[in-house]
């Protein structure tokens, strides 16, 4: 069966455990020297910088805190990606410098990184936290994309009434379907996930062409058990924008053990869309699964994926 198991895969952002195994296969020294190395090229640096993430080593930790203080803002930014698998406590000690910094992109990235852990920061880092969140909401421009941000920083410091009063007001002049996504999200939280799902269902009736909305709506439906509806969900959100490998790949995962050519099919249309190492793996299990010739599949993913799992996934199958 798949590696990746189908909750995990119909949550918002799919786990990338093959580009977390390639990263693990490299050199951690090597990343860090390159991170470091101020005669390489900048877009260098980063790559270097943000594959760090997943290493505990002391050469990444020293890189990562290096890079956070550089005085290029892209490597700024690439530090607090490359930590985002760190302790509560060591995200704050290297990110919370930059929630005061003076590029908006790295104060943004700084503040939201750290904002879902809010209930585990105490009262001095939260009012810290705080003040520095006031110090960029005074940056942000007064339109949907602010106001929506607002709500989900509502939502994860605990003030989901306050949250859920701010998306309806919203709904009440604007028709954006991010709205009807939001407030379904809140509702899960606060009132359970039938009023969240009558949200979104009330929303594809206003907004049927929208394929975010179909593809929220299948995946609250299949955390929720009904995944014949959630099926249904999926497959209209492929139908409405074929060219998204998010779509392609859920409803891939979703049809995997009844409908496997049709799957494959669909892995092989999010790979070729999104060049994700974790699409290209599903294909080629998903052929291996059903005995089909897997050999050019494999082959390509060689290229890109480190031996260990290579071997692992050919030993699962071995007759």
Known sequence: ?????????????????????????????????????FSQPMALRIDATRALRGFNGANALIAISRA?????????????????HWSVIGK?????????????????????ALLPHWNAFDKS?????????????????NDIDTELERAWIEQVTGRS?????????????????????????VQLETQ??????????????????????????????????????????????????????????ALAATIRNNEPQHAIELFRVAYEGSQDPTHLYAQCESMLAINEDASDCMAELKQIAPDYVIQELLSLYQR
């Open 125 to 141: 880092m939260q009012l810290s936290l705080q003040q520095s969140l006031e110090s960029l909401e005074k940056k942000l421009p």
């Open 161 to 185: 009434d306050a949250a859920e009063a701010r998306l309806i007001e919203l709904s009440h002049t604007s028709d954006d379907v991010r709205i009807a996504i939001g407030l379904s999200k």
């Open 192 to 249: 359970g996930g039938l009023v969240a799902r009558e949200t979104l269902k009330q929303a594809m009736l206003d907004s049927s062409s929208q394929a975010s909305l179909f593809y929220e709506a299948a995946k609250l439906d299949y955390a929720l058990g009904f995944h014949d509806s959630a099926l249904s969900y999926f497959e209209k959100a492929y139908i409405l924008a074929p060219n998204n490998s998010t779509y392609a790949y």
């Open 68 to 84: 956070s203080r550089d005085h290029a803002a892209p490597m700024r930014l690439a530090s607090v990606d490359a930590a985002a």
């Open 1 to 37: 069966m798949l590696r990746v198991v189908i909750i995990t895969l119909l949550t918002l952002g799919f786990s990338n455990f093959l580009l977390a195994a390639e990263v693990r296969g490299s050199r951690e020294a090597d990343l860090a020297a390159l991170s470091q190395d």
């Open 92 to 112: 704050w000690d290297l990110m919370y410098p930059l929630t005061f910094d003076e590029d908006m992109s790295v104060q943004r990235a700084a503040i939201y």
